[in-house]
């Protein structure tokens, strides 16, 4: 019913198969009210500044989105790569940092040389780093097109296998060599290294073996398939392959299976080994064998009583203590091994609780934005960094496709009719801010409105359709919802409802919103209808049969996104003109934020422009589908497949910080200045001091919670201090 749409690239892939041969400023002052008026005249005039590059950063799967190809380990640091040059490092597994890698590749291999890092993917990629945190890109002699999916090391020497058979060699992970004597044609992807020997695997069977990295022998694998996944462990080789293959050997020459790999037909990408343990992953699967027993699914509560989540895993490892598996969607589960009265027991632990069913809308009302999608799900939060999980009274988990209302009544609709209502309550709480300055503590009390909106929800049973409900709007007299067969629900108050239709053939409306006058309804083939009460519609056929999925006011017009980068511009929602969107996405939202207008979509997309004319593209650490996008704060939010969340700071030099609490102490040597600020979310300011406005003193560089506050507080034994904030670093 929905947009059948690619989740993916080819180099974004979690499992993929061989792929073939300015500033502002905003002042205070401790004294001398009476300047104010003079000093925003002499504040720092603000100045043009092009489009800044937006930073984007992961909200929501935990710890983010980006599909884990490779896992290392050693000395207590974990490090993983993924698609669209993600690496992440860790020291607990569970708060992990995502490192500049300086390159949009996809990176597929991760190994210690020593005590250096070294990563290699993607048309010939290779990056090293000392500390973890800045990685540098290596020479690779000749550079190549090809992937160099796998990479392993010895004490000295480093190893990494690709395309084509690809064999690069290297005793410092800054500098590759390709091996020209290797003769191997069979495409390869991935190497490990124990014994004494690196062990390549790769297409058919292939698997070869070498002392040094330079000179390699071709092994018999009595396997025609195709091999994902070379490990080494407990003094043996372990290979996965192609429909359930999983083969081993203590030597590397001689090959034998593992014991048939039931119900798995398939292919794994994932293998680990430690001493009477063997692990294998893929789509779907996650196996474990003990000893010479069978092969047992880890996603099956029969086998173990706390299973991995069904889900498609990648990479693995063996860190001395547990397993550590990865994949998909940032997924990362470790297992625990405890003794029982019958036995030893493995038990399966996900790292987040992240839940990441696709979401299909996201809508700030008042102080909270909310997000909904597949599974009934609901997400919550305030910040638009922190998202909780609320519970809806909904027994058989259809999607919800739609949200919107008021700062007061949230509204979420979908499968067969489906309508949640939550209505809002608000509480104010007082809170105490502990603040380190001159050596010692001091307390600041500060005042915060909590919002209950999207927590608590209530069926509506309306009784009027079982058609699908997607599009939500509220425009301060009535709630609006449109869907499938034309319906359109009216209500003034989200409890009774008054049923009507946009009588056309077409069947299924995906947006609904209104602009002085006007509504606008949006749909499937080409649907574009218009309204001046939301009860009789007129349809303006814009000779498309590509689906306009939404329509919002936007800078002072209507701009209508859709179906292979659909994009119409409309002055008043009855004529529109179709503009170049510089993209063949599916566009599915369309918001303005800081002056410039942005529109998402899906493999990743988000456009931007000044004059609804001219498009750039954005590039985002994910490849994988948007389906909606909102503002709040400065802040642009957008939301798509997998539970996928993304937020960047847009147009914030434009917006000061203000001051929004001070107190002057005069107990204590010295005396302090205590200050509370507002403002955009995780928005980076200074504050500045000066005694009389000529010349100005840095006091602090601080940054704004994700609530859009922070306290501070300095030393001050002045009489007279005058204060500002700058926004920026």
């Known amino acids: 019913m929905f947009p059948n749409v690619p989740e993916s690239k080819s180099s974004e892939g979690c499992l993929p198969e061989r ?30 500044q092009a489009s800044p590059a937006l930073d984007w950063r992961w909200s929501h799967p935990l710890p983010h989105g980006n599909n884990i190809a490779d896992l290392a380990h050693r000395n207590g640091l974990y490090v993983h790569v993924t698609d669209l040059g993600g690496i992440y490092t860790s020291t607990n597994r569970f708060l992990w940092d995502r490192r500049a890698s300086s390159t949009r590749l996809a990176l597929r291999g991760v190994t210690f040389l020593g005590g250096r890092i070294l990563v290699t993917g993607q048309e010939g990629t290779a990056l090293w780093s000392d500390d973890g945190v800045r990685f540098e890109a290596a020479v690779v002699d000749p550079p190549t097109s090809d992937w160099l999916e796998g990479v392993a090391a010895s004490d000295g020497v480093a190893v990494a296998v690709g395309d084509n058979g690809a064999v690069y060699r290297s005793t410092d992970g800054k500098s590759w060599t390709r091996v020209t004597s290797a003769g191997i044609t069979a495409w390869l992807s991935s190497v490990t290294y124990g014994a004494g020997l690196f062990v390549a ?48 050997s203590t030597n590397g020459l001689n090959w034998t299976g593992t ?18 343990l063997r692990i294998a992953g893929g789509p779907l699967a996650l196996l474990m064998q003990e000893q010479r027993e069978a092969w047992k699914s880890q996603l099956e509560s029969l086998n173990t009583a706390s299973p991995a989540p069904t889900w498609s895993y990648a990479a693995a490892l063996w860190d001395g203590e547990r397993f550590l598996v990865g994949g998909r969607t940032g997924v990362l589960v470790e297992s625990a091994r405890e003794q029982g009265t019958n036995g030893t027991y493995t038990f399966w632990f996900r790292e987040d609780e992240s839940p990441r069913n696709g979401l299909w809308s996201v809508e700030r009302l008042g102080g909270t934005t909310l997000a909904v999608g597949d599974r009934t799900t609901v997400l919550s939060s305030t910040s638009g960094v922190d998202w909780y999980l609320e519970t809806v009274p909904v027994t058989n988990f259809p999607a919800l496709y739609g949200v919107g209302g008021s700062p007061d009544l949230a ?29 010692r503590t001091e307390t600041l009390l500060t005042t915060s409105v909590v919002e209950y909106l999207g927590i608590v929800w209530t069926n509506v049973n309306h009784g009027l359709t079982t058609n699908t409900l997607q599009g939500v709007t509220w425009d301060g ?10 319906t359109v629900l009216r209500s003034p108050d989200g409890t009774n409802w008054t049923l009507g239709r946009i009588q056309t053939s077409k069947r299924l409306f995906s947006s609904v919103a209104r602009s002085g006058a006007t509504w606008v309804a949006t749909g499937a083939s080409g649907s574009l209808y218009t309204s001046e009460n939301a009860v009789d519609w007129t349809e303006r056929n814009q000779g498309t049969t590509n689906w306009i999925y939404r329509a919002r006011p936007v800078a002072g017009q209507w701009v209508a996104v859709g179906q292979n980068g659909l994009l119409l511009v409309s002055p ?13 996405a599916w566009l599915t939202d369309v918001r303005e934020v800081g002056g410039q207008v942005y529109a998402c979509g899906v493999e990743g997309t988000v456009v931007r422009s000044a004059d609804l004319a001219s498009w750039e593209s954005l590039e985002l650490p ?6 909606a996008m909102t503002v709040q704060r400065g802040q642009i939010v957008v939301a798509g497949t997998e539970g996928i969340i993304l937020r ?11 001051l929004s609490v001070y107190e002057h102490r005069k107990s204590g040597d010295p005396a302090v200045d205590l200050f509370g600020f507002e403002g955009n979310s995780e928005q980076p300011f200074r504050l500045q001091g000066s005694s009389g406005v000529e010349s100005w003193e840095n006091e602090a560089a601080l940054e704004l919670d994700p609530e859009g506050s922070a306290v501070a507080g300095v030393p001050s034994s002045r009489a007279v201090r005058v204060y500002r904030t700058v926004t920026g670093h």
Do not use: H
Not at 259 to 276: E, F, K, M, Q
Not at 420 to 437: A, C, D, F, G, Y
Not at 572 to 584: L, Q
Not at 648 to 658: E, I
């Open 477 to 486: 007299q009535q709630y609006v919802v449109v869907g499938g067969n034309g």
């Open 572 to 584: 008043d929602g009855t004529s529109w003109t179709a503009r170049n969107s510089g993209t063949t």
């Open 622 to 627: 994910t490849g994988k589908a948007l389906y």
């Open 19 to 48: 792929r073939g041969p300015g500033r502002s400023v905003r002042w205070s002052l401790r004294t001398f009210l009476f300047l104010w008026a003079w000093l925003l005249f002499v504040s720092p005039p603000a100045t043009a």
């Open 201 to 248: 695997v790769g297409e058919s069977g292939y698997i070869a073996t070498s002392p040094d990295g330079l000179l390699w022998t071709a092994r018999t694998s009595n396997s025609g398939k195709n091999l994902w996944r070379a490990t080494f462990g407990a003094n043996e080789f372990l290979v996965v392959g192609s429909g359930g293959e999983a083969r081993i």
């Open 648 to 658: 960047a700071s847009a147009g914030q030099n434009a917006a000061p910080v203000a």
């Open 259 to 276: 014991g048939p790999v039931t119900d798995v037909t398939n292919s794994l990408y994932a293998a680990a080994r430690t001493t009477g």
């Open 411 to 439: 509204l979420a609709v979908g499968e067969g009719g489906l309508m949640l209502r939550s209505v809002n309550e608000k509480t104010s709480v007082l809170v105490t801010n502990e603040i380190e300055v001159a050596g």
